[in-house]
């Protein structure tokens, strides 16, 4: 494809997104702090909920993490019915299930409860129920005629930020390929950023998560469709992640460090809601379907990969960044501070443990996830393409030795 219509397809196909993504959209009521779910579960209440459809998985059920929202629910006079079949990386089939589930027993609104993988099954399970199709009916972008059915959400893991964002990732039964279901419909009423949730979080997944909510801040900030309000809170979660992550990772009873990580998530998706992600995510995407790796870790470790791809495209907002951080002043130049934030990402990264490189990757497979991971990507609105040499040479750069 000739160079110059393959660029005007891309801005072409980033316009028509551009179109619903960049509009205004509603914000989740977010209550913070210790026992915030009390204050979620009275609102429920308030909405006039009768019997809310729990989406979560066996093992915080089995943990007994629901008991004390359940106890809440109940107090508030509002019935509840428990979903638990949620996997990492929720197919359609998951989703199914679940409308089924929530079908069977008559609930008139959904609750997630856990990490991005039960809150993104939600969402879909709220909004196709409300138009009474499956899974597969609401991929892509705005495809359901009818709003979502009332919707909550209690993170129990701070990263992913889907209690914000208007985006879902389901994938396939068979393919595991990775697809979004795209609506306003999916913003949640409202959210609990409620740190005691969160306190039992392993340090690994704390990190990694982590990660995944400083992705989402710095490719929002990066991308082209930022705005004022993207760059609020792009730059609150970078700092809050900055200052915090290191702490919440070594010590997971610091409530103020988990809270401050909820927030920054939260932050990190309403960042995305409208500014979308870029390269990172393309590729950790496909390294997630292909291989299971857990989406905060894949971008964990592309994250580094991509800025330094980017430096040239976007010196001037990596520097904003970096300056924004406290790692240097405007009289360094753009150069010098966008590898500043390079090299902070690099330093965080080993701080919490994570990984440079996976053995996973094999070699027969790079092919397939270069194309993957470039097709993905040229939906993004990032600062500007990837050649296919300069995504191989990330992916090998991934491949342990």
Known sequence: MPAFYKEWLYKAKRSLTAMVITKPQPKALAFTGADSVKDLCRTISQFGVQKVLIVTDKPLVELGALDSTLASLTDNGVAHEIYDGVLPDPTQKVVDDGIAALKQAQCDAVMAFGGGSSIDAAKVIALAAANDCKAEDCLGLKQCKLPALPFFAVPTTAGTGSEATMIAVISDNETHEKNGVIDPALIPRATALDPLIMKGLPPHITAATGMDALTHAIEAYIGV???????????????LIFDNLPEAVANGDNLDAREAMAMASYYGGLAITNALVGYVHAVSHNLGAKYGVPHGLGNAMV????????????????????????????????????DKLVAKVRE???????????????EGDIKDLVDAALQE????????YLERDECEALVRGLMAA
Request: net charge negative.
């Open 225 to 239: 469709w930022e705005m004022p309000e993207t760059r609020y809170y792009s730059m609150s979660a970078i700092k």
């Open 303 to 338: 994250l580094p990969h991509v800025l330094e791809l980017m430096k040239g495209a976007a010196a001037e907002k990596m520097a904003d960044i970096a300056i924004h951080a406290g790692l240097g002043d405007a009289s360094e130049g753009h150069a010098v501070l966008a």
């Open 348 to 362: 965080l990264n080993a701080t919490i443990g994570i990984p440079e490189t996976t053995d996973v990757i094999q």
């Open 377 to 384: 990507g040229s939906g993004y609105p990032t600062p500007r």
